[in-house]
C-alpha cells in the first residue's frame, strides 16, 4: 500500500490489520528496473523508499503484479473530536428539560470575572441555575463550579444561585464533594442526546 503522504505500507495474504514492515512519511518512492546479479531471479521491479530525515530505507522486489488500483479519498478532514464539552453544552442547551422539568435556558457562557458558566438556567420555581459541563467530572470541576456560585450570588439580580455539575461520567470523590457543597450531580448519556441510542430497547 502507497498512501499519498508518502508511507508505503507491506501487509500479508492472511488478513492481519498490522503491516508487516512499513516506511512512514516523509518518504520517496523511486520505482526502478532490476539490476541483473543485485537482484534475485524473477524480479520485475525494485522500490526503493526512502526516509527524507534519515537513513532508513526499504528495498522492496516486487516478483509478480496481480493486480494495481487507487482510491481517491479526497481532502483529508483532519481529526474532529464528538461528544467533546462544547458538543455536550450545545445539546443540553437545547434539551434543558434533561435538568428537570420547567426548567428554562438563560444562556450558554454566561461571562463572569472569573471566566464564563457554561449553562444559567431558571429552574420550575424561578430560581438561577448555574451548570458546569465535563466530559469527565472530577474534583477540579466541582472547585471550578464552585467559585463560579460564590461569585454569582454576589449579584443580587441572579441570588441564590444552585448549581448542578454535569458530566458523562462523575467520579466518586468529585460527587461526594459536590453534593457536601450543595451541588447536585447529574450524569449525561450523550449518545441519548442526541438521538442515536433507544433508551426504552435498553436492558440495562
Not at 539490476?35 to 522500490?47: A, F, L, Q, S
Not at 450543595?182 to 435498553?202: H, N
Amino acid at each position: 500500500m502507497v498512501k499519498a503522504d508518502g508511507s508505503v505500507l507491506i501487509h500479508s495474504d492472511g488478513g492481519s490489520y498490522k503491516p508487516l514492515n512499513w516506511m512512514s512519511p516523509p518518504a520517496t518512492l523511486r520505482v526502478n528496473e532490476p539490476v541483473e546479479g543485485d537482484t534475485p531471479e524473477g524480479v520485475t521491479e525494485v522500490w526503493n523508499v526512502q526516509h527524507a530525515k534519515s537513513d532508513d530505507r526499504l528495498v522492496i522486489h516486487i516478483h509478480e503484479q496481480l493486480h494495481e488500483f487507487s482510491h481517491d479519498l479526497g481532502v483529508d478532514p483532519g481529526l474532529v473530536k464528538d461528544g467533546v464539552e462544547a458538543d455536550l453544552q450545545r445539546l443540553l442547551a437545547e434539551q434543558i428539560h434533561t435538568l428537570g422539568d420547567g426548567y428554562s435556558l438563560i444562556r450558554r457562557e454566561y461571562m463572569t470575572a472569573i471566566g464564563p458558566v457554561d449553562i444559567l438556567a431558571r429552574d420550575a420555581d424561578g430560581g438561577t441555575v448555574a451548570v458546569e459541563l465535563k466530559r469527565r467530572g472530577d474534583i477540579d470541576g466541582v472547585e471550578q463550579l464552585t467559585r463560579y456560585l460564590e461569585l454569582l450570588n454576589r449579584d443580587p439580580l441572579l441570588a441564590p444561585v444552585k448549581g448542578v455539575f454535569a458530566a458523562q461520567q462523575i467520579k466518586p470523590q468529585a460527587r461526594v464533594l459536590a453534593e457536601d457543597r450543595g451541588i447536585d450531580c447529574l450524569t449525561l448519556d450523550y449518545d441519548a442526546m442526541r438521538g442515536v441510542d433507544d433508551i426504552e430497547s435498553r436492558l440495562f
